[in-house]
């Protein structure tokens, strides 16, 4: 069974990760769902945007599935992380706006998955963003890096790699690391008006906007 839903809205794909039980955590079968849905979404040719949000209010996604990654070798787990770095530059190099609608826990992996989107608005009540891999001691990729880095804030993302802190909704957009927070109840109606308003953009002018800016992942 997916762990990922993927619907049109007009001219807004939406993408809701709908897997509650683990707090959407990677592995396997996710990033395999999420390979599904993004060569759909590469074949879309008309203007139209992405939102990718959660069914679950709790947890946007909660980073690698932890008991899977912990049964890996070593080997293993340097072929699971080229995994999740191959999904992550298919998210980031997909030539349609795409806006996270963080509705929860937004860590480690996920914040990686978050930081690749080319818009974030987060929840403002509740959830946290981190990168949490100082404390699970398994430190990210230069490439997984060099996502984190597209966030507008280099300070922010160098003390939050370098100490695992969690920020909430509020304090994440005051550091630009998302570009907007909303009470539960706004946040999805303001990613899909906002979706709306970027689907009108043309696609091959945006994509090769979007190439200049994630340069840094092609070299």
Not at 138 to 163: C, G, H, S, W, Y
């Amino acid at each position: 069974m997916s762990k990922l839903d993927l619907e049109k809205r007009g001219n807004v794909y939406i993408v809701t990760l709908d897997n509650p039980s683990t707090g959407n955590a990677l592995d396997s079968a996710s990033l395999s769902d999420h390979r599904d849905i993004l060569v759909e979404l590469e074949k879309v040719k008309d203007n139209s945007a992405v939102v990718l949000t959660s069914s679950d209010p709790k947890s946007w996604c909660v980073g690698m599935n932890l008991d899977w990654i912990g049964e890996q070798s070593e080997h293993q787990l340097e072929k699971t992380f080229r995994e999740v770095e191959e999904v992550f530059s298919r998210w980031a190099f997909l030539p349609l706006p795409t806006i996270a609608c963080i509705t929860g826990h937004c860590i480690a992996g996920g914040a990686f998955l978050a930081s690749v989107m080319d818009f974030r608005l987060m929840r403002a009540e509740r959830g946290w963003f981190a990168f949490t891999e100082i404390d699970v001691r398994i430190p990210p990729t230069q490439k997984l890096f060099l996502m984190a880095d597209l966030l507008a804030n280099k300070n922010a993302v160098r003390e939050l790699l370098l100490t695992g802190r969690k920020v909430g909704g509020d304090e994440a957009q005051k550091l630009g690391l998302v570009d907007e927070c909303h009470f539960q109840e706004n946040l999805f109606p303001r990613a899909m008006d906002f979706a709306q308003q970027m689907s009108k953009k043309d696609l091959k002018t945006y994509g090769k906007i979007k190439q200049l800016f994630k340069q840094k992942l092609v070299d």
